[in-house]
T-cell receptor, first 109, second 113 residues
Framework: RKEVEQDPGPFNVPEGATVAFNCTYS??????FFWYRQDCRKEPKLLMS???SGNEDGRFTAQLNRASQYISLLIRDSKLSDSATYLC??????????FGKGTRLSVIA | DTAVSQTPKYLVTQMGNDKSIKCEQN?????MYWYKQDSKKFLKIMFS???????INETVPNRFSPKSPDKAHLNLHINSLELGDSAVYFC????????????FGPGTRLTVT
């Protein structure tokens, strides 16, 4: 089983749609969870951390299910500017951050 | 203000050559990293330094040698370049080791011909 698995997509959604991405991780000792965003030919940028209780930042909501080793990202009211690849990132106390391969999102006008 | 900068942005070179990539961060972070992103877009850590000390070295050929002259700089020297070294190399920094939020440089696109 890969350390961090994501559906590669692409997810093609119209503007205004709600879209959800999922991610599973294999290391049950993982302690830190993030979503990063990477635009084409650019560096990854931190989108948000993921907390056990779930957290929201504007149109973005992240959830963590430790029992199922599952992380999700929900984007509401999608904008054209949300088009990017979303990377699920997981870290543990004694291991470096592990990046998923990413899920590509295209928001269409 | 650029938080994490890398030079050069593009590097095209022939097999067998030796090249260096430089990275600097002005965030005051104590930990810096080198990542490789290959053609399949998989981002994989290569090295990590904390306060100039090597703390992560992930199964990377010894043709790759990182050097950290101070905690704001982390350079990567590559000897005897091979075709398979072609990739985008990202430098990153964080406050604290391993699991903390990381900030990436713009990347160096290396093409080996």
């Amino acid at each position: 089983r890969k350390e961090v698995e994501q559906d590669p997509g692409p997810f093609n959604v119209p503007e205004g749609a709600t879209v959800a991405f999922n991610c599973t991780y294999s290391n049950s000792a993982s302690q830190s969870f993030f979503w990063y965003r990477q635009d084409c030919r650019k560096e990854p940028k931190l989108l948000m951390s993921v907390y056990s209780s779930g957290n929201e930042d504007g149109r973005f909501t992240a959830q963590l299910n430790r029992a199922s080793q599952y992380i999700s990202l929900l984007i509401r009211d999608s904008k054209l500017s949300d088009s990017a690849t979303y990377l699920c990132v997981v870290g543990g106390g004694n291991t470096p951050l592990v990046f998923g391969k990413g899920t590509r999102l295209s928001v269409i006008a | 203000d650029t938080a994490v900068s890398q030079t050069p942005k593009y590097l095209v070179t022939q097999m067998g050559n030796d090249k260096s990539i430089k990275c600097e961060q002005n965030l005051g972070h104590d930990t810096m990293y080198w990542y490789k992103q290959d053609s399949k877009k998989f981002l994989k850590i290569m090295f990590s330094y904390n306060n100039k000390e090597l703390i992560i070295n992930e199964t990377v050929p010894n043709r790759f040698s990182p050097k950290s002259p101070d905690k704001a700089h982390l350079n990567l020297h590559i000897n005897s370049l091979e075709l398979g070294d072609s990739a985008v190399y990202f430098c990153a920094s964080s406050q604290g080791v391993r699991s903390y939020e990381q900030y990436f440089g713009p990347g160096t696109r290396l093409t080996v011909t």
